[in-house]
């Protein structure tokens, strides 16, 4: 593998590395290769899963109601785009979605988003304990602003809205 990043930038499996000044110990696995641990996946491009029960109905809601656009579609999955990184929407004959958020996404202005989704017949979620607004929205204790809401199989997505750095 070669050095495509420029001087002293090393290239992982996945292309440059994110951060060549932090080193980890390599580690030689069974077959012989020499791997860095740390920069094994940091640099690889996350592939986002989420099961679901009608791929029509999700292909609806991921694509329709969320925006996003379908990539690719098949038996296996539809593969949507989620501002670059790929979304596979997984059919599955049995489904208990779990209890908390399975895919979130980082918004810019959180009423507006919270807004948009209502208007696109999204309901979010209100959970007792939490002092949420009447949209929906919680602020944390680090000043993030959430608010969840659910696919049509039941599964948690959330808006976060963080605090500007």
């Known amino acids: 593998m070669g050095n495509s990043g ?7 499996p996945c292309g440059p590395s994110v951060n060549h000044l932090q080193r980890a110990p390599r580690h030689r696995d ?4 020499s791997v ?3 920069d094994l996946l940091r640099s690889c491009e996350l592939v ?5 029960t009608d791929s029509a109905r999700a292909r609806a809601f991921y694509e329709a ?3 996003l656009p379908l990539v690719e579609e098949s038996p ?10 790929s979304l596979r929407v997984t059919p599955v004959a049995d ?10 996404w980082a918004v810019p202005d959180i009423v507006e988003a919270v807004d948009t989704l209502t208007e696109r017949g999204i309901v979010f979620e209100h959970y007792e304990g939490l002092d949420q607004d009447a949209s929906g929205i919680w602020h944390s204790p680090g000043g993030a602003a959430v608010a969840w ?15 500007a750095a």
């Open 36 to 38: 860095q641990l740390v």
């Open 65 to 67: 109601t969320l925006g």
């Open 30 to 33: 069974p077959r012989g290769s």
């Open 95 to 104: 489904l208990r979605p779990l209890g908390s958020t399975v895919l979130g």
């Open 149 to 163: 809401f659910r696919d049509p199989d039941g599964n948690i997505l959330s808006l976060t809205q963080f605090l």
């Open 48 to 52: 986002a899963f989420v099961s679901v």
């Open 76 to 85: 296996f999955a539809l593969v949507f785009d989620a501002h670059g990184t």
């Open 6 to 12: 420029g001087v002293g930038s090393p290239v992982g």
